[in-house]
Structures are given as structure tokens and as C-alpha cells.
């Protein structure tokens, strides 16, 4: 007689997760449709129980289903625009109704120790409160939103010191402005904005899609965040697809590694997702194979990409594809997953010493890093390597960047003679100059 249990493999093979999630913070969105009373109870048990282990919860609620219902019940219909609704007073207060409605009956089941559940006399404390600052979208192609917002500042320390007290915490979505006014919010906005300010070790949404297929039906388990964005593009932009898709990318440029998208229709999502080697939806990765090389030809396509927003700002001076082929020699790149994020150039003057740092430029997604630092200390290690012993850099938009990093202003006349002559006077571009050591 086999007696044998397969949760006891399951219970072992989980047992890897169990400890690696221990002391994790994790921010959920759960969409309203999952909030359903039918659906809830099975939920939260999930939930109470990722607490049990140690894990660091932070809930963002949607309530966009309950709104819209409660606004059809009385004949409502909200003038959407740019994917939200136009809210005004009325519409506000129904939406706080919802919100309260929804928060206290979480919390109310929360607070009962959820009795006849294995969770019996697991004591949980859920807190909520003023943690999400905002301000108004205001106008926007001649519409006001009038209480539509978005995020202005996650309230990151608080959370944390909630956090820190084993309380779970309850965003819903809604913001507060520092006028003492209440505004409608994107509850994806919510869940990545507070993933990127806690520096959250996952975002988890629980939505309507089951993840992510390709072509042929097959659930996609893992995607970078240019291929999810591939897809988001091509969906609606109103859509709970697309605000989750973009949500998870943004995270995932900002920091969080990984995104999970799984769906209330499978009551088992959360922790099959979790507790399991392939999971059960879809996972967006940060693209973390990122290097720094020298170019080669097979990247003047993305250089001219990434150049051409900075030329046609008038910040770099417009390369030809040929110039650039001419002189890949001196550029290097950052290359982050195939895609080239960043580069600089060394254009030497050996006979006077010198070399010319060009080129400098990060992509708009990956800036306020410390890429420009990396991108000119390689520059800099070159031109050692070659024997020079200043550089030299004109600018026209960015002298304050060469200022903090050691070089100082100098003139025209000071330039390598063919540099000189070469200098394009209607310009007019600051010329920065720095010894090396």
C-alpha cells in the first residue's frame, strides 16, 4: 500500500523559496476583481501565511471594479481620458466609499485570526494610513482631471518602520496632498513607485491575465523588460494589461529584480508563483548583463539610436553613420542585454598630448546612475594607456558634469592645432580641460 503524501515532496521541494523569500519585502497589487468576496477569504490566507514565513508585506488594493459598479448602479459614466477617469466631487466620494469598504473588510478579516484555517491564532497587524503623498494631474490637453493624481512621494521610511514592527501594510489608491486634499491614484502607479522607493525584492500583481503567451499559446515564464514593453505597446493603453506591463518594467529599470504577473483566476497563483521552481506566470527580470567594451560596427544601429534624441536637442553635433564607422576605434559602449545604454569616445592627439573625450551619453532609462562616471574612468585609463596626459571636452549643455569631475575651464587656444581649427565657432561650446595623474 503506497502511503506516500505528494505534498511531502512539494513541502521539500519548496523548502529552498521557503528561506530565501525569510526577511523579503514584497509589494502585491491585487486588482479589485480578486477582492471579491467569493475570492478574498482564500487570499488572505495566502497572504497571512507569506507572513507567517517572514516575509515583509506591503498591499496595494484596486478597486477599480468595485467603482465602476457602484458607478453604473446609479447611472454613472465616467468620461475616461488618457486612461483615467475624469473624477470630480461626486465620482470622489463614491470612490472613497469603495476604498473604505474594501480596506475595512480586509482588515476585519485580518483581524479575526482566521478561525477554521490552518492559520488559526496567527495574530496579524494590518496598518494603512497617510503613506502615499500626491498631487493632481491637473490639465491635460484641456482636461481637468480635477481629483484625478498621481504618486508625488512614497512615504518610504514610515512603511519601513512599519515593516520593521512585523505590521503588514495597506496602500489603497489613494494619495494625499500636503494641502490636506484627498486625489483618485493609479494603484499600479501605487505598487511601483513604493516596489522602487523600498527597494522591494519583488512586485507581484494579481490581475485578470494569466502572465504572458507567445504565438502559439505557451506561457512566456520569463521576459526582459524591452520584450515586455514590445508587448505593452500593443495593447490598449487603458488597459489593466498595459498599466501592469509598464508598471513592471519601470520597477524593473529602477531596481527591483524581479516582477511577477499572475492571475485571482487561479486561487493557487500566489504560492505556485512562489514556492515553485518554474512558477506559474509570467516573471520580468531586470536585465542585469550589462558590460562595458569597446564597439564594434555591429553597434553603430544602436549608437545612432541613442545619439539621435541628444542631436536633435542640439546637445551632441549630428555623426553619419559613416563618421562613425570611421571612428568606432575610439567609442566604447555600455551594453546592457544586447542594447547599447551608453558610450563615450577618445579621440587622441598624440603630438600634443592630449585626447579629446566625445560622445558622452546615456540612455534617458538608465541616467541618474553612476553610468557617465564608469563611461569616463574607462576613458580616462585609455588615455593613460596611450601616454596622454590631458583631456579635453567641449560642451555646450553640460560644463557643470565636467566641473564635479576634476576638469576645469579653459580656452580655445589651448586645444591641439588641428582641434583648433576645427572648432566650430557659432557654437560657441565651452572647452574643459583636466590633467590626468
Not at 495597506?170 to 494641502?179: A, D, F
Not at 484627498?182 to 522602487?196: K, P, R
Not at 581649427?421 to 583636466?434: D, F, T
Request: glycine content about 8%; charged content about 25%.
Amino acid at each position: 500500500m503506497d502511503t506516500s503524501f505528494p505534498f511531502a515532496d512539494w513541502f521539500r521541494n519548496s523548502s529552498p523559496y521557503i528561506n530565501a523569500h525569510r526577511g523579503r519585502t514584497f509589494v502585491i497589487l491585487i486588482e479589485g476583481e480578486a477582492l471579491r468576496e467569493e475570492r478574498r477569504d482564500a487570499l488572505i490566507q495566502d497572504l497571512a501565511l507569506l507572513h507567517t514565513l517572514g516575509v515583509r508585506l506591503v498591499l496595494v488594493l484596486g478597486v477599480r471594479a468595485q467603482v465602476r459598479e457602484a458607478f453604473a448602479h446609479i447611472g454613472l459614466e465616467p468620461q475616461p481620458h488618457q486612461g483615467r477617469f475624469v473624477v470630480n466631487q461626486d465620482m470622489m466620494a463614491i470612490i472613497e466609499r469603495e476604498v473604505a469598504t474594501l480596506r475595512l473588510a480586509i482588515e476585519a478579516r485580518l483581524s479575526l485570526g482566521l478561525p477554521n484555517t490552518p492559520l488559526h491564532g496567527v495574530e496579524l497587524t494590518a496598518v494603512s494610513g497617510n503613506l502615499v503623498m500626491a498631487k493632481p494631474l491637473g490639465v491635460r490637453e484641456g482636461v481637468d482631471f480635477i481629483h484625478g493624481g498621481e504618486v508625488r512621494r512614497i512615504r518610504a521610511p514610515a512603511i519601513e518602520a512599519l515593516l520593521s514592527q512585523r505590521a503588514l501594510v495597506v496602500l489603497p489608491p489613494l494619495g494625499y496632498s500636503s494641502t490636506g486634499e484627498v486625489f483618485d491614484l493609479d494603484a499600479s502607479e501605487i505598487a511601483q513607485q513604493t516596489a522602487i522607493a523600498l527597494k522591494a525584492d519583488k512586485l507581484i500583481v494579481i490581475g485578470e491575465a494569466r502572465g504572458l503567451s507567445d504565438g502559439d499559446g505557451r506561457l512566456q515564464r520569463q521576459l526582459a523588460p524591452t520584450e515586455a514593453e514590445e508587448v505593452a505597446v500593443r495593447c490598449p493603453p487603458e488597459s489593466e494589461l498595459a498599466r501592469h506591463l509598464l508598471a513592471a518594467c519601470q520597477a524593473a529599470r529602477h531596481g527591483v529584480a524581479r516582477t511577477h504577473l499572475i492571475s485571482w483566476h487561479d486561487h493557487d497563483a500566489l504560492l505556485g508563483e512562489l514556492f515553485t521552481r518554474d512558477g506559474v506566470g509570467t516573471m520580468i527580470t531586470r536585465d542585469r548583463y550589462e558590460q562595458l567594451r569597446r564597439a564594434r560596427l555591429e553597434d553603430i544601429a544602436g549608437l545612432l539610436e541613442l545619439l539621435n534624441p541628444l542631436e536633435e536637442k542640439g546637445i551632441l553635433i549630428a555623426r553619419s553613420r559613416e563618421r562613425l564607422e570611421h571612428a568606432i576605434d575610439d567609442y566604447i559602449v555600455i551594453d546592457r542585454d544586447g542594447m547599447v545604454i551608453g558610450c563615450a569616445a577618445l579621440h587622441p592627439f598624440p603630438e600634443a598630448g592630449m585626447g579629446e573625450l566625445a560622445c558622452v551619453a546615456v540612455h534617458g532609462a538608465y541616467q541618474g546612475g553612476a553610468r557617465g562616471d564608469i563611461l569616463l574612468a574607462e576613458i580616462e585609463r585609455e588615455a593613460k594607456r596611450r601616454g596622454l596626459s590631458q583631456l579635453f571636452s567641449l560642451t555646450t549643455h553640460t560644463a557643470h558634469w565636467f566641473l564635479e569631475h576634476d576638469f576645469r575651464l579653459g580656452n580655445v587656444d589651448e586645444l591641439p592645432e588641428n582641434r583648433k581649427l576645427a572648432y566650430n565657432h557659432s557654437r560657441n561650446s565651452k572647452v574643459l580641460i583636466k590633467q590626468l595623474t
